[in-house]
């Protein structure tokens, strides 16, 4: 578990890392390259085990450094150990490469994070469009067949995931794929700018779609840099404006992903200036936070993944709150957790809740329901009377690369201890 002692103070420069949303689908859509060249990985739990899974299937890896190097010539189409597959829910990305390479793929249903239902039926709409058969018996999914040569149309109900295995399945059959109500998130770009490293033409509309026209060959060698993580910046843009001593300064923020967050957060009252096209400094805004009316949604609309901890913020504004988050009733798990803090909230129903501030938080044993929620229980700690302990620190782990070593950069002292 960690532990942490209130009344800490940031100051100094941190760097974000890759970002995990990208990482994770642009790995798995490289196996449909023989070599492939990864840049900018974030080791992290969830990559770490992808990785494990990739080797289950018998491709080599290397990870040095935040490259990662794979080789797919020895790839099977079975895993000599399933039970990987159902630890994370990115697994469900690697059923384009193994249907286009064996014609079949059997993949026990993907786990995942606490967030509530979690549905692939977007995936199998979108995967049969394209021509693939699809059958479930006793947890188990199973696709098989052919790509059709025709054009097709197809819809991902903006869908992260789903559009990103939808791109990577289209990029190499022949014809044309249109996909409508797609995400956009820059996670999903950056597969988009993978798949066109490897030879793919695909174009985007402002209208959430994509056009996509397959080439046959697979790629011998790509090499590919995956994006920083803004979700990660979005984190500690809110710790700086909660702990900074005075400022803190977030480099590879990537700021241009950031917009209507940061509408939000300056609404909230965070106080912060651009110093280059990405670096962020954020001000202390501790005395200036007030009450706001918040609602998540798909890109670009204010990100469900920075919902958590500027929830936690909100328990510091002046006035009631108001969050709706419309993806995952399961982020509402986390209010119990501020809750036993002594923070204030009412759960109006699933999707939405009332944060009362300024409320005086106090430490005590709190856990991590998902990975956000878990990094969030490290900005109440920060801000809460006395100690906190968060258990469950392996959700946080899976998403935030070297989250400790950052944190220590900045001057806080966080321990992880035995629990
Ligand atoms: C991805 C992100 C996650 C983020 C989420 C929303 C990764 C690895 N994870 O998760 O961090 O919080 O996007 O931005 O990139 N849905 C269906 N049918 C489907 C698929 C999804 O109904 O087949 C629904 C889900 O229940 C949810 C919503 O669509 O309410 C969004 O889910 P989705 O975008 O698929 O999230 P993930 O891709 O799992």
Not at 61 to 80: A, C, I, Y
Not at 287 to 309: C, E, H, K, M, Y
Request: hydrophobic share 40%; net charge negative; with cysteine.
């Amino acid at each position: 578990m960690l532990r942490i002692e209130w009344g800490q103070t940031a100051r100094g420069t941190v760097r974000m890392s890759g970002a995990k949303n990208a990482a994770l689908p642009v790995l798995a859509s490289a196996l449909f390259a023989r070599r492939s060249t990864l840049h900018n990985i974030p080791h992290i739990g969830d990559v770490m085990m992808l990785l494990r899974i990739f080797e289950s299937y018998g491709v080599t890896v290397r990870f040095e450094g935040n490259t990662v190097e794979l080789d797919t010539s020895d790839m099977r189409p079975e895993s000599d150990d399933p039970g990987l597959v159902k630890k994370i829910r990115a697994s469900i990305l690697l059923i384009p490469a193994l249907l286009h390479r064996f014609g079949r793929v059997d993949l026990p249903y993907p786990g995942g994070c606490n967030l509530g239902k979690r549905p692939i039926d977007e995936h199998v709409n979108g995967l049969r469009m394209l021509g693939y058969g699809f059958s479930e018996s006793d947890g188990l999914l199973s696709f098989s067949g052919d790509w059709f040569r025709h054009d097709v149309e197809l819809s991902t109900f903006f869908s992260v995931t789903a559009t990103e295995n939808l791109l990577a399945a289209s990029a190499f059959r022949p014809g044309t794929t249109k996909i409508r109500l797609a995400a956009i998130e820059p996670h999903v770009m950056d597969v988009v700018g993978f798949l066109r490293a490897c030879g793919a033409r695909i174009e985007t509309s402002y209208d959430h779609s994509f056009e996509v026209s397959g080439i046959s060959e697979l790629p011998e060698h790509v090499e590919y840099t995956v994006i920083h993580d803004y979700l990660e910046s979005g984190f500690f843009i809110l710790l700086g404006a909660l702990c900074a001593e005075e400022f803190i300064d977030i480099e590879h923020a990537r700021i241009g992903d950031l917009g209507s967050f940061l509408i939000k957060a300056s609404e909230a009252g965070v106080c912060y200036e651009l110093r280059s096209n990405d670096t962020i400094r954020v001000h202390n805004s501790r005395s200036n936070l007030r009450a706001i009316s918040l609602q998540t949604n798909v890109f670009p609309g204010f990100p469900t993944d920075i919902q958590s901890p500027f929830t936690v913020m909100l328990t510091q504004a002046e006035g009631i709150s108001r969050v709706h988050e419309i993806l995952f009733e399961g982020r509402f798990n986390m209010l119990m957790e501020l809750e036993a803090m002594k923070g204030h909230s009412a759960i109006l129903n699933p999707h939405e809740a009332l944060i009362f501030g300024p409320t005086k938080l106090r430490g005590t044993t709190v856990t991590s329901w998902d990975l956000r929620s878990g990094a969030s229980m490290i900005l109440a700690g920060l801000i809460a009377e006395g100690e906190t302990r968060i258990t469950n620190v392996e959700y946080i782990e899976r998403g935030y690369e070297d989250i400790l070593g950052k944190l220590r950069s900045l001057g806080i002292q966080i321990d992880r201890i035995e629990s």
